[in-house]
Structure formats: structure tokens, C-alpha cells
């Protein structure tokens, strides 16, 4: 059942990004019944690696009696609510999956290839549609962003989330890969040749080669907070690896290697049009357009408005207009921000609870990733450190989160962490 429950995560998730980043509803419902069918699997099966697992169950379910709550009476469009309502329990099916096939290491490293093969795919595609002008989606002509890199997604920014919390996995498996080669015999590795010709020496490099590919697609999907995000993310990961003192010298020559390599790579096919779009940073009036902050203010007035219950999951295209103020000409289907739509849609308890869950997950993989089972562990627990901050603070400007390929990726990588830091593991470093 494991195995199936495996192969089912991996054809939702190339379904779920390959089909327009999920939002094309038809394709993303038969990720949802894949999902939601294996889950209720699982539990009539009463398979063993359910309750081996442990994953955490009281705040899901109290988010879930929420969104019923909200869609059975609470929202202002109970129709949406309640098809929100499935996707988060997809993404919630999605968690559970992945902290259940996670739990021993062949199938850790399965997945995170998995998730790599997808993002190379996105990253080749990507820069292709970018040097070579022919802007599709397989049959589809794009329509918007016509100058950037955006894979099988039609926004570049949701393009970008999903490579930046890709991208850190290629690092970590490069720097896992690196490090074994401390555990070997020196002396058989004291030429150049011996090293550059060493199997663990050329799997550290493809993965580093993969890392720069992934950078440099990102870099020419031309998302500013995209990039910073991930410059964010390596930071966090060599600040963390850095106070562990476990290989710093390794870890700070491979940022470098891979910082360098990007650059360089990026600067000979023409940085021109990604400053372009940094030099736009804050002159958005001034170029015709009002800028995001406009409509966090009309969010926070929505906030306001249903503080304790919200107006829905899902509503925020509904109740917005009852404040607007910006953007007066346009359809405004989200506050780019992804925390004050939450709050918005959920109310702040319901936000709260929602955004503390994401957060004590992530300070918990943070806390306790030296104490995970075996050294690819380790890595993966600092990948999924980096791959979930890149997109929280992506979150701040934009609405990852409400891409449904995105929030898909993010849970089963949340559900990776889980698996890699057991409660056990954490209970043992406590003490």
C-alpha cells in the first residue's frame, strides 16, 4: 500500500504543475480524487504506517470544522467555501501521504528526486520559452507575460515559487554528496583526477549543475521576490548549517561555487531584462500602475470587517469589492499577500491557527534536523528548512499559496519534514 500510496503522490504532483499549476480545475480535480481516495484507503486499511508516522491531527481537525462551520453557514458564498474546502483537504491528504511514505530513506530520496525531475523539466521548458521566443504551454498559446520564463505555469511568480522551494533540495543533495567524500580514504583521492573521477565527486556535481539550471530559470522568470526569496533561503540554509558546525567550510565553498556559477551563467545570456524589472521596484505609479500595498490597506479594512469568522475560505474575490479602492478598472481575485487573504478568509483565530501550524512545523524541522535518523536525513531536513521559507516569505507579496500546484508541492514537502524528524527525534535532542 506504500508503494502505491508513493507512485500516487508522484502523478498528482507532475499532474497537479504540469497542468497550469493546478489551476485548471478539471485536471487539478483528478489530482484530488487520487489523493483524497488513497488517504481513505489508508485509514480502512488500517495500515500500520499511518500510526508509525504520527502525524498531527488536532489542528487540521480543527481547521477542517472551521472551513465546515464556515461553508455550512459562516461564508458569504458557502458554494466556494465548500470547494475550497476539498483543496485544502487535498493538500491535507497530501501532508498525510508524504509523512507516511517518508518514513524510511529510500523512499525520502525517491520523492525529492521525484520533485527535481519535475523542477528540471519546468526549468528546461522555462528557458527555453525564454531564449527562444516560442512562448506555449505544450498547445497553448500564452497570452500573458510573453518576455519571461514561466515553465507550464501562465504567472512567472508562481513559476518562480515553485523552482524556489525546488532549488534547495539540489543544493543539499550536492552538499550531502560532497560530504561523503570525507569518509574516505584521502589518500586515494590526492590528484585531481582521482577526485573529479570519484562517482561521489560527479554526483555532487550534476547535483550542483542542477541547482545553477533551476537559479537561473528563476532569474529569468523575472519575479523580484522570487529571486529574493531565494537568496533568503540559502542564506537561512548556510546560517543553519553554519551554527551546527557540521562541515561549514564545505557548505560555505558550495554556496559560493553554486552563487558563482549562476551568475556568471546568467550575466553571459543578458541580465538586461531581469534589472529592467528592478529598476520598476517602487515606481509603480509612476509607470501607470498602483502599487500592491493599496490593496493590503483595502484587506485589512475586509479584515475589519468579519475579524472572528472571516468571510470564507475563498471569498476574498466575493468581499473585496465591498472595499475597493485601487485598481477600480480591474477584477481583483487576490490581496498578494497571502496572509492577509488568509486572515481575511479565515478570520485571525482561524488565521492564527492556520499560520502557527506552518510555523511550529518549520521551527521544528529548524530545532531538531541534527537529530535525524542518518546524514541524507539531515540534508533533506535542512532542504525542507530552505524550501519552506522560500515560499513564506514569497507569501508576503504574492499568492503561492493559492496556486494549487504550489500549495501541493509545499504540503508534501511539509510532509517530508515531518517524516524526517520524527516526535521521537525531537523528544530524544530535547532531552
Known amino acids: 500500500m506504500r508503494r502505491a500510496a508513493e507512485v500516487g503522490v508522484f502523478a498528482a504532483l507532475a499532474l497537479g504543475v504540469l497542468a497550469f499549476g493546478g489551476t485548471e480545475p478539471l485536471y487539478f480535480s483528478l489530482v484530488q480524487i487520487v489523493l483524497l481516495g488513497l488517504c481513505i484507503l489508508l485509514v480502512l486499511r488500517a495500515d500500520s504506517t499511518l500510526t508509525e508516522s504520527k502525524p498531527p491531527w488536532p489542528l487540521p481537525a480543527a481547521l477542517a470544522a472551521l472551513l465546515l462551520l464556515q461553508s455550512a453557514a459562516l461564508s458569504i458564498a458557502p458554494h466556494t467555501t465548500r470547494g475550497h474546502l476539498l483543496l485544502f483537504l487535498s493538500y491535507l491528504a497530501g501532508f498525510y501521504l508524504a509523512a507516511v ?99 561521489e565527486t560527479q554526483k555532487g556535481i550534476l547535483w550542483l549543475l542542477l ?34 558546525g557540521r562541515q561549514r567550510r564545505l557548505g560555505i565553498g558550495l554556496a559560493l561555487a ?27 505609479q509612476a509607470l501607470g500602475a498602483e502599487p500592491r500595498w493599496v490593496i493590503w490597506q483595502d484587506t485589512l479594512r475586509l479584515i475589519n470587517q468579519r475579524p472572528w469568522l472571516g468571510s470564507g475560505l475563498g ?23 497571502d496572509y492577509l487573504e488568509l486572515f481575511s478568509e479565515l478570520g485571525l483565530p482561524g488565521g492564527v491557527l492556520l499560520l502557527a501550524g506552518l510555523f511550529y512545523l518549520l521551527a521544528r524541522t529548524l530545532r531538531f534536523w541534527t537529530a535525524a535518523r542518518d546524514r541524507l536525513s539531515r540534508a533533506l531536513a535542512l532542504g525542507c528548512v530552505g524550501s519552506l521559507s522560500a515560499l513564506l516569505l514569497h507569501a508576503l507579496t504574492d499568492f503561492n499559496l493559492y496556486i494549487p500546484a504550489n500549495a501541493l508541492t509545499f504540503a508534501v514537502i511539509a510532509g517530508l519534514a515531518w517524516a524526517v524528524i520524527p516526535p521521537q527525534a525531537g523528544a530524544e535532542a530535547t532531552r
Open 315 to 337: 471569498t476574498f474575490p466575493i468581499a473585496y469589492p465591498s472595499v475597493q479602492a485601487a485598481y477600480l478598472t480591474q477584477f481583483v481575485n487576490h490581496a498578494h499577500n
Open 211 to 244: 541547482a545553477v539550471v533551476l537559479f537561473v530559470a528563476l532569474v529569468f522568470s523575472r519575479s523580484r521576490m522570487g529571486l529574493l526569496a531565494t537568496l533568503f533561503s540559502l542564506a537561512v540554509m548556510m546560517a543553519v548549517a553554519a551554527a551546527s
Open 101 to 199: 511514505i517518508c518514513q524510511e530513506s529510500p523512499a525520502r530520496r525517491r520523492l525529492v528526486l521525484a520533485l527535481l525531475a519535475l523542477g528540471a523539466f519546468e526549468a528546461v521548458y522555462g528557458l527555453v520559452q525564454y531564449l527562444t521566443g516560442w512562448q506555449k504551454i505544450f498547445g497553448y498559446t500564452k497570452v500573458f507575460n510573453l518576455q519571461e520564463a514561466t515553465g507550464t505555469y501562465i504567472n512567472r511568480n508562481h513559476f518562480a515559487g515553485l523552482l524556489e522551494m525546488l532549488l534547495p533540495f539540489a543544493l543539499v543533495l550536492a552538499f550531502y554528496q560532497f560530504g561523503k567524500l570525507r569518509d574516505l580514504n584521502t589518500a586515494r583521492l590526492n590528484s585531481l583526477g582521482a577526485f573529479a573521477g570519484h562517482p
Open 258 to 284: 553554486f552563487l558563482t556559477a549562476g551568475i556568471l551563467l546568467a550575466l553571459w545570456i543578458g541580465p538586461a531584462p531581469v534589472l529592467e524589472r528592478f529598476e520598476t521596484l517602487g515606481n509603480e
